[in-house]
């Protein structure tokens, strides 16, 4: 065949046989573009809700958030009416992050049989929902930080023994699976030695990053002092962020997670390769409000917007995706 025909043909050394290399005219990519339903027939990532979780923050009282609705605050009392609504959108899962009334140095909230979690997760049991619970100490703490203090610096070894209590109190008050993101050496080893059998979805690249801050104020959680730097990764790392993955695969983690999502689709590409695991994302607050700012001014479509984000954290290799748009997702799909 001649290169006038539009097709080549290439010796393919591993196979052994000639196979086909095509050019224009021949090849016109946009022909299965043409149609709704070719471009369906032909789609390579699919956006599926069993495939995401809803974060829910719930505190003392309701606390409405009208700028963005998916950080809106709960009451335990509360808390069942919007979990029936998410049921009955096709929501499958939900991940839980507490603000308690009172907080202190150690964090004790956080571990208490009665704290806000715990009730919530009492409340929540029996519903057809994954319940997955964030395992933390900030929004406890009363200076912010992810662990218990020496001096200003965050005792590693001190905070993993409050972790693990605090990953059992949720798992007996019906937690199906805990979600550690205090990014403390050694904390998936401590709770799985506490938790033979429970799942751990461990956040194991979670990158100190500039677009935290409305889950900070819907969560109460900024630090009173310094910053986070010290125990989460460097936005400049990914080799670090696959040891980060590897220490969290030896020691138990049956779910690796990278977070931020978007700013870190390399890392999520790099891990996807790297591991079998399955590999959670976090679309995080400050991606959700951007986006939710810039619909606001006219300047894009959110939706158009958020399903394009979405796909892409699943197509650089997402298994499952926690996002604040996992609710409005359910209307969209």
Known sequence: ???????????????????????????????????????????????????????????????????????????????????DELERLGVKGVILFGIPEEKDEEGSGAWDDDGVVQRALRELHGRDLVLMTDVCLCEYTSHGHCGVLDGDHVDNDATLELLARTARSHVEAGADVVAP?????????????????????????????????????????????????????????????LRECEQDVAEGADVLMIKPALPYLDVLRAARERFDLPLAAYNVSGEYAMVKAAAAKGFLDERLAAMESLTAIKRAGADFVISYWTKELAGWL
Request: proline share 9%; glycine share 6%.
């Open 1 to 83: 065949m001649s290169p006038q025909d539009g097709l080549w043909l290439r010796a393919t050394k591993s196979e052994g046989y000639a196979v086909p290399v095509s050019t224009f005219p021949v090849t016109r990519l946009r022909r299965l573009r043409r149609t709704t339903g070719l471009r369906r027939l032909a789609r390579e990532t699919r956006l599926d809700l069993d495939d995401f979780v809803m974060p829910l923050f719930i505190g003392p009282e309701p606390l409405a958030n009208p700028e963005l609705p998916g950080l809106a605050r709960h009451s335990v009392e509360t808390l069942g009416a919007a979990a």
């Open 181 to 241: 993101s205090d990014m403390m050496d050694g904390r998936v080893a401590a709770i799985r030695e506490e938790l033979p059998e429970t799942p751990i979805v461990a956040y194991s690249a979670k990158y100190a990053s500039a677009f935290y801050g409305p889950f900070r104020e819907a969560a109460e959680s900024a630090p009173a002092f310094g910053d986070r730097r010290g125990y989460q990764l460097d936005p400049a790392n990914v080799r670090e962020a």
